[in-house]
C-alpha cells in the first residue's frame, strides 16, 4: 500500500513481494533507471546556462536533428544500465540498433531488456518547456545465457512488465507502473529523494481536455477531423479546451490528472503518424490502462499490436476513457 510521503527507495523495498519468486533485479533496475533521472534532471535544469542546448549536429535514424540533450540524455541512461549490469539489453529512439549487454563476465545472465525515449519533446528545450524520459521494461523471451536477440524486444506491449516515465517540469517527477496501479513521485532537489506525491494515480473516466497538433488539421484523416468539431461544438459539457505542449509526456501527464485525450493520429504526410511504438504509445499505454484510462490507435488496443520492427510508428490516442471511446467512434463511422 502507497504511504503518503514514502522515499521511492522503501516503496521499491516494500513492494518487492509484487513479484514473487523475484531476485530484486526489477527493482534494481528501477533504481538505477531513477539514479540517471537525476544526472539528467540537472543537466536538463542548467540548459540555459552551460552549452547543453540546441543541435547536436546529426541526424537520428527516425530523421530528427538529434538535440545535444538527447544525446546526453540516451548516454546517461546506456551507461547507467551498462555498469550496473542489470538489463541484457537497451533499444533507444536514438539508436539504429539495440544494444547487446553481456556483462562483464560475457555470460548473459540477466533477464530484462529496456526500451526507452531518453528524452520526449526535445525540441522544447530550447525554450525552456518541460520534457521527459520514457522507459518500457519486459523479461527476455530468448534464453538467459544467450546474448538477446531482436525478439526480445519486438514484444507486444502487454508483455510489459513495468514502464514510466519523468518528467522535468516545474518539478520532476518520476510516475511508473510495475502492472499494480500507478504511484508518482517527486524529486525533492535539496535532498536528492524522490517522495511519494502521487499515490495511486488515476485517468479521470471522462474530461475536457482535448491535445492535438491542429496545424495538421488539413492532413487528417476525416475520423479526428469529426472528433475535432465535435469536440468544438457548444453542447453539454463542450466545447472542450484545446491544449497541446508538444512533448508528449508532459500532455499525457497533465491528462491524468485533469482528464483528456491526447492524439497523434496519421495523416497524409505520414501513413503510421509520428510517434513510435516501442519507446513512446507502449509504455504510455500500459501506465493509461494502469490509471483506468484507454489507449488505441483509433480503432484497436495499442498493448495487443505485435511489433515488427524496432522503430515502428503508430497512430496514437490516449486519456480518458470515455473520450478515446467516442474518437474511436468517430474513426469507425468514418470508415
Ligand atoms: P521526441 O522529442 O522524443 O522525438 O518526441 C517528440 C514527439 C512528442 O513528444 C510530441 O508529442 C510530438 O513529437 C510533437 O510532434 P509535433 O511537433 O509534430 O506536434
Ligand atoms: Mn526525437
Ligand atoms: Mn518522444
Ligand atoms: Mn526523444
Not at 510489459?160 to 504511484?183: D, E, F, K, R, W
Not at 463542450?238 to 499525457?252: A, F, K, L, N, Q
Not at 524496432?310 to 474511436?328: D, I, N, T, Y
Request: with cysteine; glycine share 10%.
Amino acid at each position: 500500500m502507497p504511504k503518503p510521503n514514502q522515499t521511492l527507495g522503501e516503496f521499491i523495498i516494500e513492494n518487492q513481494a509484487d513479484f514473487p519468486g523475484s531476485s530484486g533485479e526489477l527493482s534494481r533496475l528501477i533504481n538505477s533507471l531513477r539514479l540517471a533521472a537525476k544526472v539528467v534532471n540537472h543537466e536538463v535544469n542548467k540548459a540555459g546556462l552551460v552549452d547543453i542546448i540546441g543541435a547536436y549536429g546529426e541526424t537520428n535514424v527516425q530523421g530528427e536533428d538529434q538535440q545535444k540533450l538527447d544525446v546526453y540524455a540516451n548516454n546517461k541512461f546506456i551507461q547507467t544500465l551498462t555498469n550496473r549490469e542489470i538489463v541484457c539489453g537497451i533499444a533507444s529512439e536514438e539508436n539504429d540498433d539495440f544494444i547487446q549487454i553481456k556483462g562483464h563476465k560475457g555470460d548473459n545472465q540477466n533477464k530484462y531488456v529496456v526500451l526507452m525515449d531518453p528524452l520526449d519533446g526535445s525540441s522544447n528545450i530550447d525554450v525552456n518547456v518541460s520534457v521527459g524520459t520514457i522507459f518500457s521494461i519486459y523479461q527476455r523471451v530468448t534464453p538467459v545465457g544467450t546474448p538477446v536477440q531482436i525478439e526480445d524486444f519486438l514484444q507486444p506491449g502487454n508483455k510489459q512488465v513495468a514502464a514510466g516515465y519523468i518528467i522535468y517540469g516545474t518539478s520532476t517527477m518520476l510516475v511508473y507502473t510495475t502492472g499494480h496501479g500507478v504511484n508518482g513521485f517527486t524529486l525533492n532537489p535539496a535532498l536528492g529523494s524522490w517522495y511519494l506525491s502521487h499515490p495511486d494515480m488515476q485517468f479521470p473516466e471522462d474530461g475536457q481536455i482535448y491535445s492535438i497538433n491542429e496545424g495538421n488539421y488539413v492532413h487528417f484523416p476525416q475520423g479526428v477531423k469529426d472528433y475535432i468539431k465535435w469536440c468544438q461544438q457548444e453542447e453539454g459539457n463542450r466545447p472542450y479546451t484545446s491544449r497541446y505542449i508538444g512533448s508528449m509526456v508532459s500532455d499525457i501527464h497533465r491528462n491524468m490528472i485533469k482528464g483528456g485525450i491526447f492524439m497523434y493520429p496519421k495523416s497524409s504526410k505520414a501513413s503510421d503518424g509520428k510517434l513510435r511504438l516501442l519507446y513512446e504509445c507502449n509504455p504510455m499505454a500500459f501506465l493509461t490502462e494502469q490509471a483506468g484510462g484507454k489507449a488505441s490507435d483509433g480503432f484497436k488496443r495499442i498493448l495487443d499490436i505485435k511489433p515488427t520492427e524496432l522503430h515502428q510508428r503508430v497512430p496514437f490516442f490516449c486519456g480518458s476513457r470515455k473520450m478515446v471511446e467516442k474518437a474511436e467512434e468517430f474513426m469507425a463511422k468514418a470508415e
